[in-house]
T-cell receptor
Framework: AQTVTQSQPEMSVQEAETVTLSCTYDTSENNYYLFWYKQPPSRQMILVIRQEAYKQQNATENRFSVNFQKAAKSFSLKISDSQLGDTAMYFCAFMTSFQGGSEKLVFGKGTKLTVNP | NAGVMQNPRHLVRRRGQEARLRCSPMKGHSHVYWYRQLPEEGLKFMVYLQKENIIDESGMPKERFSAEFPKEGPSILRIQQVVRGDSAAYFC?????????????FGDGTRLSIL
């Protein structure tokens, strides 16, 4: 079974600095997708960034970028120029293909990020 | 262009009552997923439905929980005879095709509290 591990329950960073959140996963599949979702105190689930496993180039979305190491099964999120609004829970997720074509997300337990002024 | 709509946002039930959670997918989306988030946990997959069909219910508890997605109207997650352990946030997501190259868009969730 696929698993996603986020080893940092909590992290903090000063405003305008850079922070990296770690994520590792376990799978025997070769093609899959990886995601980072943000859950602010309002508890919405917001897609931050997505990576396709067959693409070697790391995904980037404005201040958010990933370091995808397929062989190591590692998918870390880097937030540059941190802003107060980045304070949230961050969940790493893996999309698996299930028999019959059911693409369901497998989530890690999350990292609580606090951006300090 | 409305996103995924879930209602109610908050639902309070007493032990033994029934809870009905509704989810209207984004326009043009015919694939719906339900996830449950227990306190201090990540989201856990429960069930995946297409119109009128349950595709994968491997994450659903065997008893008291059921889901449907009728031809007309929203998807419904139904919990019968609720217990304290059912207290959680229930999220619905939808996608256009159900394939992994299409992202799942989440609703704001329903917070279920059992007294």
């Amino acid at each position: 079974a696929q698993t996603v591990t986020q080893s940092q329950p909590e992290m903090s960073v000063q405003e305008a600095e850079t922070v990296t959140l770690s994520c590792t996963y376990d799978t025997s599949e070769n093609n899959y997708y990886l995601f980072w979702y943000k859950q602010p105190p309002s508890r919405q689930m917001i897609l931050v960034i997505r990576q396709e496993a067959y693409k070697q180039q790391n995904a980037t979305e404005n201040r958010f970028s990933v370091n995808f190491q397929k062989a190591a099964k590692s998918f870390s999120l880097k937030i540059s120029d941190s802003q107060l609004g980045d304070t949230a829970m961050y969940f790493c997720a893996f999309m698996t293909s299930f028999q019959g074509g059911s693409e369901k997300l497998v989530f890690g337990k999350g990292t609580k990020l606090t951006v300090n002024p | 262009n409305a996103g995924v709509m879930q209602n109610p946002r908050h639902l309070v039930r007493r032990r033994g009552q029934e809870a009905r959670l509704r989810c209207s997918p984004m326009k043009g989306h015919s694939h719906v997923y339900w996830y449950r988030q227990l306190p201090e946990e990540g989201l856990k997959f429960m069930v995946y439905l297409q119109k009128e069909n349950i595709i994968d219910e491997s994450g659903m508890p065997k008893e008291r929980f059921s889901a449907e997605f009728p031809k007309e109207g929203p998807s419904i997650l139904r919990i019968q005879q609720v217990v304290r352990g059912d207290s959680a946030a229930y999220f619905c997501a939808s996608s256009r095709t159900g394939l992994s190259n299409q992202p799942q868009h989440f609703g704001d969730g329903t917070r279920l509290s059992i007294l």
